[in-house]
């Protein structure tokens, strides 16, 4: 099993819909990192979070630390939403701290 | 200028060449990061640089041999490579704390060919 778990894999949204992605972990952490990649590779940060809940306009990001689950909501969708969407726990080493990836969400938004 | 940059943006090499993958930061940050990204794999930690310091070398091939002359830039050198080595390969830097990783910023990566 993988330390970091996302679900769905694969998701298609029609514009506007509110969509939904989930990120489990069985490993303890420091804080939890939800990152977008778009076609041709490139990576943002969209939020690191270590408790409760993060905005950023239309993206909201939540942690629940008991229960080990982070999810990461899009209000409004837009095609330009569509990329790849992924989870990674920092989780403790004796350097200090390295990040743990999940395989990512495919997010398509059809107009 | 923009926060991370990578070069080459994309390269194509025989497995007898040696070629460098360069990364450069600006800002001002105190660790960086090689990471690949194979086809339909999570993205795989490579090396870990902090304070120009390699804290971390993850099972990696020695084909692959790291170097970082100062925090702001890193370089991966590659030599003898096989075609199983052909991916994405993603620099990063952040502001590592005793606590955690910080955020990290991604460079536009590398994509890697080896015919």
């Known amino acids: 099993k993988n330390e970091v778990e996302q679900s769905p894999q694969n998701l298609t949204a029609q514009e506007g819909e509110f969509i939904t992605i989930n990120c489990s972990y069985s490993v303890g952490i420091s804080a939890l990192h939800w990152l977008q990649q778009h076609p041709g590779g490139g990576i943002v940060s969209l939020f690191m979070?270590?408790?409760g809940k993060k905005k950023h306009g239309r993206l909201i990001a939540t942690i629940n630390i008991q229960e080990k689950h982070s999810s990461l909501h899009i209000t409004a969708s837009h095609p330009r939403d569509s990329a790849v969407y992924i989870c990674a726990v920092g989780s403790y080493m004796e350097y200090g701290n390295k990040l743990v990836f999940g395989a990512g969400t495919i997010l398509r938004v059809k107009s | 200028e923009t926060g991370v940059t990578q070069t080459p943006r994309h390269l194509v090499m025989g497995m007898t060449n040696k070629k460098s993958l360069k990364c450069e930061q600006h800002l001002g940050h105190n660790a960086m990061y090689w990471y690949k990204q194979s086809a339909k794999k999570p993205l795989e930690l490579m090396f870990v640089?902090?304070?120009?310091?390699?804290?971390e070398n993850n099972s990696v091939p020695s084909r692959f041999s790291p170097e970082c002359p100062n925090s702001s830039h890193l370089f991966l050198h590659l030599h003898t490579l096989q075609p199983e080595d052909s991916a994405l390969y993603l620099c990063?830097?952040?502001?590592?704390?005793?606590?955690?990783?910080?955020?990290?910023?991604f460079g536009e990566g590398s994509r890697l060919t080896v015919l």
């Open positions: 640089y902090s304070l120009e310091e390699r804290v």
């Open positions: 979070l270590s408790s």
């Open positions: 990063a830097s952040s502001q590592m704390t005793g606590l955690d990783t910080g955020e990290l910023f």
